[in-house]
């Protein structure tokens, strides 16, 4: 199960991205936006970046106008490992060496074409584990040492 959010910057790459899931018969639900009206990026990523935290979903992707702020959002929850990407090395390597979680593109910064590509591309790549997860263990005891803080 996927979650998927956007705010209006990132509306029309979202809507594409659900299409992609639909022809792949991925379970998603869409924590919105649904129209293009202006609306509040970190509302729509902190939905999607609950759900991912919570276990809810198992990952989650998001768009805003340039993805920046929908990963700050994102980051700020437990276990989340949002990944903003531009292009299809960032897209594999997010998922191979970093296993993120929860995928960010800006919907202002690629094509719609290309940020369906980019999500094909994470969806298709494994994580390595290995060292990779040596990295990942560090990253999560830094996480628990700041919450106990």
Not at 23 to 52: C, M
Not at 93 to 107: F, P
Not at 116 to 128: A, I, M
Request: net charge neutral.
């Amino acid at each position: 199960m996927f979650a998927v959010g956007s705010d209006h910057g990132g509306l029309e790459l979202k809507q594409a991205i659900c299409k992609l899931l639909d022809e792949r018969k991925l379970n998603y639900e869409d924590y919105g936006t649904g129209n293009s009206e202006s609306v509040d990026y970190p509302d729509f990523g902190a939905r999607v970046a609950q759900a991912v935290s919570a276990g809810t979903v198992q990952a989650g992707v998001l768009v805003c106008g340039t993805g920046i702020g929908m990963s700050i959002i994102a980051n700020k929850y437990p276990g989340v490992r949002a990944a903003l990407v531009h292009d299809e090395f960032t897209a594999q390597m997010a998922r191979e060496h970093n296993n993120a979680n929860i995928l960010v593109l800006g919907g202002r910064i690629v094509s719609v074409d290309q940020g369906v590509k980019l999500v094909k591309v994470w969806l298709d790549s494994q994580f390595e584990g290995g060292r990779h997860q040596n990295r990942l263990d560090k990253i999560a005891a830094a996480e628990q040492r700041l919450q106990k803080s």
